[in-house]
């Protein structure tokens, strides 16, 4: 059996009164106490499980595309699109709006397969938009040169994003 990684949560060891005139409150003030701490206890060695963290909702998703795009026009911007989505969980994408759950910093990673049809190199420049304004600093250039074989691009960037307030669950 692996390791806990989270130590299990015990209740305190509450001591037993001593004999006198306010014996009765401090018995049912620690009866109190000890239903409080076994009840937190159980709670959160629930939500920690064995391995620690197990379930804690974080929101992530993966989204990707299976579909060749297209740069037709030279100087002009393309939205890249994802199609689908693997492992959504508090964030979603219609076209090219991402939607989150909840407002925070989000981690984003773009990986992208490049290829070119002829011999000449070509600059590529990636950048993010929100909201139909390019975010300032956040170009990336990649130059694509030969024909016929594939270049990997990589990005990461980190981006604060605004729930939508119809979209947050209701208590």
Do not use: C
Request: charged share 20%.
């Amino acid at each position: 059996m692996a390791e806990r990684l989270v130590q299990k949560v015990q209740s305190p060891a509450l001591p037993i009164p001593k004999e006198g005139p306010v014996k009765q409150y401090l018995d049912d003030l620690n009866n109190i106490l000890r239903l409080f701490f076994n009840l937190v206890s159980n709670a959160v060695n629930s939500v920690f499980g064995e391995q620690g963290g197990r379930f804690i909702e974080a929101p992530n998703a993966k989204f990707f595309s299976t579909v060749d795009q297209t740069a037709s026009v030279v100087d002009t911007a393309y939205a890249l699109q994802f199609e689908n989505t693997y492992l959504g969980e508090a964030i979603s994408m219609v076209g090219t709006q991402i939607t989150p759950l909840y407002s925070g910093v989000y981690n984003f990673e773009l990986s992208v397969e490049l290829t070119s049809g002829s011999a000449s190199s070509k600059e590529l420049s990636f950048w993010v938009r929100r909201s139909g304004v390019d975010i300032a600093n956040t170009a990336r250039l990649h130059v694509v040169s030969g024909s016929g074989g594939v270049d990997d691009f990589e990005y990461s960037f980190t981006l604060d994003l605004t729930a939508v307030p119809e979209t947050l669950p209701t208590p």
